[in-house]
């Protein structure tokens, strides 16, 4: 069997709230609350649990996506009024121009976790 990640925590302000926001931007399903963890299932191999902690430590998290998925998502972050860009130095420069693909961007939450997409069109 090959190594995949099957989830990881993300520490957050208030679980729920980094949970809800996360699962809106990516347009994504959130149930609510299990138990200490807020998860949100990314795909049918990934869970990020977010986790309430006093003192976040603040994640970097990449996400390939196709172009459908790159557009919707920076649809939301506009309608939304969250602030991204192109470079993890600054994620508010409004630029989708990733060094590494055709379109990427960068978004953060209220707890330091910094969003980072990759699409290749």
């Not at 957050?12 to 609510?32: K, Q």
């Not at 649990?49 to 196709?66: I, S």
């Not at 919707?72 to 630029?95: E, F, H, I, W």
Request: hydrophobic content about 40%; proline content about 7%.
């Amino acid at each position: 069997m090959p190594i995949s990640l099957n989830h990881t925590i993300v520490e957050t302000v208030d679980n729920d709230r980094g949970a809800r926001f996360f699962a809106e931007i990516m347009g994504l399903a959130y149930a609510g609350p299990d138990r200490h963890f807020a998860p949100v299932r990314v795909n049918e191999s990934l869970t990020l649990d977010f986790l309430t902690a006093a003192e976040p430590r603040g994640a970097h998290l990449a996400f390939d996506v196709d172009p459908t998925t790159f557009d919707a998502a920076l649809a939301r972050l506009q309608a939304s009024g969250v602030a991204y860009g192109d470079d993890p130095s600054t994620p508010d420069n409004g630029g989708i121009n990733h060094p590494l693909c055709a379109r990427g961007l960068y978004f953060t939450d209220d707890s330091g976790n910094l969003y980072e997409l990759m699409s290749p069109a």
